[in-house]
């Protein structure tokens, strides 16, 4: 006996196996700030969409720039107050500075909070955390595996029909 798919069909039996291996690890390494035993997660999610010919993982969060950084990292730079006198931040008490200082830079502390016209930001290497989820092997079986699965649960019931 013959079982007809189309492709529309076809289609949605990849985007249900899509949705429960790759996007789901997706979700799952999407992780901001400090590889932490309670890693935060990123102030937004990821949606699936499906468009005729392609499947598209959106990031919806209105700042673009936080899952870019996440992902590329971000360069040494040094931050300068712009639209006030000074930055402000709460002052460590166990951290120690270990950057050399900026030439020209005032910085003073009061109350608990450091003020400085400028600071050295240490920069970050990315977490390619897109990357690995695309490229890790285990994610790629165990699309297989819901591919196989997805397509035999329709192809039986159809039998059944």
Not at 38 to 49: C, E, G, H, V, Y
Not at 76 to 90: E, G, P, V, Y
Not at 96 to 117: H, L, M, R, W
Request: net charge positive; no cysteine.
């Amino acid at each position: 006996m013959k079982v007809k798919l189309y492709k529309s069909e076809i289609n949605d039996v990849v985007f249900r196996a899509v949705a429960q291996t790759f996007f789901k690890n997706l979700q799952k390494n999407t992780f901001v700030g400090r590889k932490t035993v309670n890693k935060a997660r990123i102030m937004s999610d990821w949606q699936l969409k499906k468009t005729k010919n392609y499947l598209h993982f959106q990031f919806v969060n209105p700042n673009f720039f936080e899952i870019y950084a996440q992902e590329h990292g971000i360069p040494k730079m040094i931050i300068s107050a712009k639209n006030k006198k000074f930055l402000k931040f709460k002052k460590t008490k166990t951290r120690k500075s270990t950057y050399e200082k900026i030439p020209g830079n005032q910085a003073f502390e009061a109350d608990g909070y450091v003020y400085a016209k400028m600071v050295r930001h240490p920069g970050f290497e990315g977490r390619r955390f897109i990357d690995k989820t695309m490229n890790d092997t285990k994610t790629w079986k165990e699309f297989d595996k819901q591919i196989e699965k997805i397509f035999y649960a329709e192809v039986t019931s159809r039998l059944k029909n």
